[in-house]
């Protein structure tokens, strides 16, 4: 039968959602699987297209003769044949060995891990703070759509999802490091922190250097939490199992909270999967903007060089975790909405 809170149409037979998740589950694993080999032929390839030499670039302004240089590409396998580097290099990956990097001279996963905890806590916090605001406000918005509060924060949502980040943040930082005006420099202008401090003093200090970057990113990302949310919602109230509810007496809060969002959920719910694998990748541009020690900066040094195998490496993290957290997003819709994989 069809249950309120569901819409209409929405009949559960029983088995039915338990006898189709496997199907579901394996065909996603597949999927998943596919587009990690993709990621890594495709982060073989791309960074082969950027010009020139790494050899060249990492001996630049030092006397070196052509043997060392030729030692050198033999150090680094850059001498042998594009089918042999590329094997190799899936080998290794497949290990979890990401190769040596040429600019650094360490090995490209221990660069990884001394950077990401920089970029999980600034780029987590952000995605945490966005989206509560973004799903809090697009509910908002949208039930109570057409008023003074839902053009206001459409427009300033669309105004702030069409600014460039990196446009945002030197903003941010003419405004509220070097001051204009009445506004005086108040926080810094870059990093993670000031050095030498401690304890409690070094947490505030941190989280002081943190308040820019972080509400760069959260402009920017609850502008488009809010627009999902709102735009899914409003495809749902239209629904004749929101009006049988209403028809039983429930208060129209309860019908909001309890039966159109759970339904608006399955797009918004995508974007944060989404969003939560941007924690890994951080965001290159406000990490640039802010010199923040993050996976971010040192994808920016990576390509400067071009430093293959570290840019090789931060690229399959990346992807990696865009479809990991898109693998879970998926394996959650079928417990949102038993419909999903029948």
């Known amino acids: 039968m069809t249950t309120v809170g569901s819409p209409a149409g929405a009949v559960r037979r029983p088995g ?8 579901h589950l394996a065909s996603r694993l597949g999927g998943a699987a ?28 030092m006397p070196t003769s052509a043997a060392q240089m030729d030692t050198l590409r033999r150090q680094f396998g850059l001498d042998l044949p594009l089918w042999q580097q590329f094997t190799d290099y899936c080998a ?14 360490a090995p490209v996963g221990e660069l990884i891990a001394q950077k990401l905890p920089a970029t999980l806590l600034l780029t987590g ?12 406000l697009g509910t908002r918005t949208a039930w109570r759509h057409g008023g003074l509060g839902d053009r206001l924060h459409t427009g300033v949502a669309l105004t702030l999802w069409s600014v460039p980040s990196f446009w945002l943040g030197l903003l941010l930082i003419i405004v509220f490091s070097v001051g204009v005006g009445p506004v005086p420099g108040m926080f810094p202008t870059g990093g993670m922190e000031s050095g030498g401090e401690t304890g409690l003093a070094y947490v505030l200090d941190v989280a002081h250097h943190m308040v820019l970057p972080v509400l760069t990113l959260v402009a920017v990302g609850y502008a488009q939490t809010l627009l999902v949310m709102r735009a899914s919602l409003l495809d749902e109230m239209g629904g004749d199992y929101l009006t049988t509810a209403r028809a039983k007496g429930l208060r129209d809060d309860l019908v909001r909270r309890r039966h159109a969002v759970p339904n608006a959920l399955l797009p918004t719910v995508t974007m944060i999967f989404i969003n939560l694998g941007h924690v890994a990748a951080g ?23 071009p430093d293959l195998p570290l840019v090789q490496g ?3 993290v990346f992807a990696g975790a865009m479809i990991v957290m898109n693998l879970l997003a998926d394996l959650l819709y079928p417990l949102l909405d038993p419909r999903v994989g029948r």
Not at 92 to 105: E, I, N, V, W
Not at 126 to 136: E, K, R
């Open 16 to 23: 039915t959602t338990t006898s189709a998740y496997p199907r």
């Open 34 to 61: 596919v587009s990690l080999f993709a990621v890594l032929v495709t982060s073989f390839f791309l960074f082969r297209i950027i010009p020139g030499d790494p050899v060249k670039a990492m001996t630049h302004g």
């Open 92 to 105: 290794r990956a497949l290990t979890g060995d990401l190769g040596m990097s040429y600019q650094f001279r």
């Open 125 to 136: 916090v952000a995605v945490v703070l966005y989206s509560a605001l973004g799903l809090w």
């Open 283 to 305: 965001s290159i541009l406000v990490e640039t903007v802010f010199s923040w020690p993050g996976l971010g900066g040192l994808f920016y040094q990576a390509l400067s060089v």
């Open 314 to 316: 931060l690229f399959v």
